[in-house]
Every structure is written in C-alpha cells, then in structure tokens.
C-alpha cells in the first residue's frame, strides 16, 4: 500500500470519529499537513460504507463509536488485508482496549492527548505499515503476541507444518526474526543496513507466503515456529 501512496502523493486518510469538533479539528490538521483527507464519519454503519467508497490509505479511527463499535469496523474493513491500516485514536489508553483494537487488525494505537505533530508522524508511520503506539504500549502489545503464541492456532496457509519455512528466503527469515522481536521498520533498516522500503517489500512479500493478513498473524507466526528467540 506505500509504494501504491508514494505513486499516487499525498496519503489519503479518512477520519472516523462521533465528536464534530473533534472529528474536524483532526480532519483539518491533516488536510493542513498535506495528508489528502477523503472522507470523515461520525458512527461506525457510515465509516464503514464511507471507507468502501473511498479507499484511504489510512483510517483514524475511535473506538467508542455508535451504531457499530470502532474494534467491529476495524474488523470489517481490515479483514483480507486489502483494506486501510487503521490508527486507533482513543480517549482510552486501558490496556484491555488497546489489545482488543490490535486484534481485531489495528496497526497503531495512539491516545488523545498525544501532540499534532505526534499524531502526524503517526498517520505516515502507519501508511508505511510501521506499528505506532502512545509509549508505554508497544510492550504491551509486544506481551500479547507473545501470549497468543502459546494458544492453538490454525497452520498458516492451512498446512500441518507450522514449524518451517522453507519458501522464505534468508533476508526474509531475518527480517522476520527482528519484527518478531517487536523493532520497527526503520529500526530493521537502520539494523541490516537496508532502505525502509526493502523492509515494507520483504514483510508483504512474508506476508503473502505465508497467507497472513497483518502484523499481529505475522508476529504470532514468527514466535511460534522460535525465531524470537533465534
């Protein structure tokens, strides 16, 4: 999806919130810095049907939402992979809300009192499909993948072997290992020497191997099979 925005310009975000003025006062801070704001919603029936429509690179997304709770459209929407990656931009930083948005698919979690400008890189660092979370949460999140690996789960791909990989290759085994061990993209850049785009590419390309569909799949996989812990 980055390289499809970099091709296009600006990235397209959409923002879903049931506050007007907040909902606005967010839309214009990205207008302002060049995002391309597509669309806006106030409950989640109409996010979803406005997200379809529109396409974003992007959702920020509330959770608390009516008609239809924010974790439901993120559910909807992210499903398959094909559609936006969503910032979660919550009132609420309790862990058991921001476990339950990366579950049902969120890439990012950032709270209301975070800056403008923080929640500007956050908009890029998520079209980029850079996790991004308030501080404080990326170990929390990091704990739940782990949590989840212990849990059964299908094979990916729907094959009995879940402990080998033989169709990834070295680099993307490697790059696999550093997601799993919670880094960022720029940090697995900066780490193997290699452009942020060469991570985005090896990730969807991992993806797609193995027939996952996000960053938690992919996590939980890379710790099932040990590559934490490699």
Not at 31 to 46: I, K, L, M, N, S
Not at 169 to 193: D, P, W
Not at 210 to 226: F, K
Request: net charge negative.
């Amino acid at each position: 999806m980055s390289e499809q925005t970099e091709e296009r310009g600006a990235i397209r975000v959409m923002v879903v919130d049931d506050h007007p003025m907040w909902r606005d006062a967010v839309a214009r801070d990205l207008a302002e810095a060049g995002f391309d704001v597509v669309a806006t919603a106030g409950d989640g029936e109409q996010a979803v049907r406005r997200a379809r429509a529109t396409s974003p690179d992007v959702l920020v997304l509330d959770l608390n939402l009516p008609a239809k709770p924010g974790v439901q459209v993120c559910k909807e929407l992210v499903g398959g992979g094909t559609g936006p990656r969503v910032l979660v931009l919550s009132a609420s930083g309790e862990h058991a809300d921001v476990l339950e948005a990366v579950k049902s698919g969120a890439t990012g979690y950032l709270v209301k009192s975070a800056s403008t400008a923080e929640l500007l890189d956050a908009v890029r660092r998520t079209a980029a499909g850079d996790p991004v979370f308030t501080p404080g949460l990326a170990g929390l999140v990091l704990g739940e993948y782990r949590r989840l690996a212990t849990e059964p789960a299908p094979a990916p791909g729907g094959t009995g072997d879940t402990k080998a990989a033989p169709q990834l290759t070295e680099r993307e085994t490697e790059v696999l290992r550093l997601v799993a061990k919670g880094l960022s993209y720029k940090q697995i850049a900066e780490r193997l020497v290699i452009s942020h785009r060469t991570v985005q590419n090896h990730v969807q390309n991992t993806l797609g191997k193995l027939q996952l569909h996000n960053r938690v799949e992919l996590v939980r996989y890379a710790i099932e099979v040990g590559l934490d812990d490699a």
